[in-house]
């Protein structure tokens, strides 16, 4: 069954969620649809120990929506071949919601005594910045003990994302005065001038070592060559590995100073997702990697540049271990693709996490 769930379109996004809901429907576990005005509804599945009170929560976390708008699967259609089942969101992340489903297959078939109720979570708008869902992930992250995501891993050995950078954007404005650039240039005060001198100054908050980047990747101004330039703009690409980091470019941003006389500064925008850091899963990747190593796989973790889900909740102080999901490559782009053969010992994986964390 294929079924298209661009962030943007609610009725497909909703078609979407009721095939996955059916799926879960089957296994006799409680599953919510959380109904949404714009975006698709998400979906809330409760797995709650047999006959006991739960002890505490785990959650499980993904989007169903992607990037991809109605209609590409004409063009990237579903299709398996030489081990790789392709599809648009087939990687980021449809696959990994399979994985969990089978996940849960596998506890309740080995009928174990579940001491702690889990929450699986399938949200819609994941890829345009979790607006309509946050406020829900973050209160069932709260109610847990920790948090696994379906994301995709990286790389042809599917590492875990123990470390995502934060992300955010601003915009810098800058209003000079305008006049005529032949006649009166000592009565203008250039904005583009004045946005130049500040880019080079924010140019050196980089920091690679750190995993600090701020990067100016839209600037406009002026409207004529003869005519100095009233107003200029930039926006700016903000990512940062620590928490620490990110307070320090947003509160190095907002002291910004104009450098030319008469002219003003607008700065606006900040980090949407914090940073996901290390330290807050170390644990929870120790006892991922063994579990790993007593089902013959083998688990390494690495750092991701840009943001998921996984950002909101580990900024909680939540343990949060993300990328979780397929093993695969080419996540938002025509080639797509996941590893079948990898699936089942990712399914794996995640049920012995569930069991005995
Ligand atoms: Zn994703």
């Excluded at 109610?143 to 470390?163: C, D, I, M, N």
């Excluded at 924010?202 to 990747?217: F, H, L, P, V, Y």
Aim: proline letters at 4%; glycine letters at 10%; a positive charge.
């Amino acid at each position: 069954m294929t079924s298209e769930s661009p962030s943007l379109e609610k009725a497909a996004a909703d078609r979407c969620c009721t095939v996955v809901s059916k799926e879960w429907r089957k296994h006799g576990v409680r599953v919510e649809r959380i109904p949404q005005k714009h975006r698709g509804d998400h979906l809330r599945i409760t797995f709650a120990p047999f006959r006991t009170r739960p002890a505490g929560q785990l959650l499980v976390l993904g989007h169903y929506d992607t990037v991809y708008s109605s209609g590409t699967l004409t063009k990237m259609p579903f299709r398996i071949s030489g081990g790789k089942a392709y599809g648009p969101g087939i990687f980021d992340m449809k696959a990994g919601i399979v994985q969990a489903l089978f996940a849960l297959q596998a506890l309740l078939r080995a009928k174990l005594r579940q001491q702690k109720q889990i929450v699986f979570l399938w949200t819609s708008d994941e890829e345009i910045g979790s607006e309509s869902s946050r406020k829900l992930l973050e209160t069932e992250a709260r109610r847990s003990e920790a948090v696994f995501v379906l994301e995709p891993s990286f790389g042809p050995h599917g590492l875990v994302k123990t470390a995502r950078k934060g992300v955010g954007q601003a915009e810098l404005i800058v209003q000079g005065r305008a006049s005529h650039a032949g006649l009166a240039p000592e009565e203008g005060i250039n904005a583009v001038h004045e946005l130049a001198a500040q880019l080079t100054r924010i140019e050196k908050w980089n920091d690679t070592r750190r995993g600090i980047s701020i990067n100016a990747d839209i600037v406009e101004g002026g409207t004529r060559v003869n005519v100095i330039a009233e107003r200029a703009r930039a926006v700016l690409d903000l990512r940062a590995l620590r928490i620490s980091d990110m307070h320090s470019v947003e509160s190095r941003l907002h002291a910004l100073r104009p450098v030319h006389k008469g002219a003003k500064l607008k700065i606006t925008g900040g980090f949407d997702r914090p940073p996901l850091e290390r330290k807050n899963c170390a644990a929870l990747f120790a006892r991922a990697k063994s579990l790993a190593k007593q089902m013959n796989l083998s688990l390494g973790q690495c750092t991701a540049g840009g943001g998921s889900d996984g950002n909101f909740t580990g900024a909680l102080g939540i343990p949060t271990l993300d990328g979780m999901g397929a093993v695969g490559d080419g996540a938002h782009s025509d080639h797509e693709y996941v590893l079948i053969n990898t699936m089942p010992g990712r399914a794996a994986l995640l049920a012995a996490l569930l069991a005995t964390c």
